[in-house]
């Protein structure tokens, strides 16, 4: 095992309530009532989580002030997500990272993927699209990482790949931190869902012979997608390259691809909104 891999063993555990959460995904009979016991004994994430939902993204016209409100209001699964979200942005807050700009546009980028990946979702029955919204937002949680406990390593790699010195695969691979290797180290250690494992350590390389293939490949189209729209993490200079069957991969025609970038192109202010209320609320 690489030095960086050992490394990570050193990386706190995720926070229970967090663990929790994401083990709804693997029961299928998960349900708002659970997710109000995960929550209950959390005033903090409760309280986030109704700040959230009574937040210009949602508009509601009359106060939410319960989480049984807001489950009734916006769904089980968005409830889930929201949860997930404040969750993960706040164990990993832009405010502890040495370079806080890097921090807040990696997030940015991974709630873009969500949003394009649940789109992509809704347009396949091979996809459940709430799934495909979480493992967008955990696709890179490599990266994170390392830009939250590695961050002269980070640098040095932005500073390779901007003066055209390498590629970004080429310095992940010179300074040996891969995001896609120590995401999936991560994943394991922290005992994800096999799905999540599976997306975090595939997402560039997907292939039919995987396990959750199509949600693995919807996450390579949705970094696509997101990436075009002009959600970059600021590491990474050119765009990933697609696989030769992404599409057939989702599967998705060319026309359902179109219609998901103008639909992140649409949705642009509502994501940056609901970004924005995870930042904030993670303090």
Request: net charge neutral; aromatic share 6%.
């Amino acid at each position: 095992m690489s030095f960086k891999l050992k490394k990570i063993r050193n990386i706190p555990t995720l926070p229970i309530v967090l663990t929790k959460i994401l083990a709804t995904l693997d029961n299928p009979l998960s349900s708002a009532k659970d997710m109000e016991k995960i929550i209950k004994n959390d005033q903090a994430l409760t309280a986030k989580l109704l700040a959230v939902s009574n937040s210009a993204y949602y508009g509601f016209r009359k106060e939410i002030t319960t989480v049984g409100r807001a489950v009734v209001a916006i769904g089980f699964s968005e409830v889930r997500n929201i949860c997930l979200g404040l969750s993960l942005t706040n164990f990993l807050h832009p405010a502890n990272f040495k370079n806080k700009e890097l921090a807040q546009l990696l997030w940015l980028h991974s709630l873009s993927v969500s949003e394009a990946a649940k789109l992509l979702g809704e347009q396949t029955s091979a996809i459940e699209p709430e799934k495909a919204f979480t493992a967008g937002l955990l696709h890179d949680i490599g990266k994170v990482v390392l830009a939250a406990f590695f961050p002269d390593e980070v640098e040095l790699l932005r500073a390779k790949v901007k003066n055209g010195e390498m590629s970004f695969e080429e310095a992940e691979k010179a300074l040996d931190i891969s995001h896609e290797q120590i995401g999936s180290a991560l994943a394991e250690q922290w005992e994800l869902p096999p799905m999540l494992q599976e997306v975090i350590a595939r997402h560039h390389h997907p292939t039919p012979s995987l396990t959750y293939a199509p949600i693995v490949y919807a996450i390579q189209l949705a970094d696509f997608v997101s990436r075009n729209q002009g959600f970059k993490d600021s590491i990474r200079q050119e765009p990933p390259e697609l696989s030769p069957n992404a599409l057939e991969g989702v599967p998705i025609d060319k026309a359902g691809l179109v219609r998901t970038s103008k639909a992140v192109k649409d949705r642009t202010p509502a994501i940056i909104a609901l970004w924005k209320e995870l930042i904030q609320n993670g303090d």
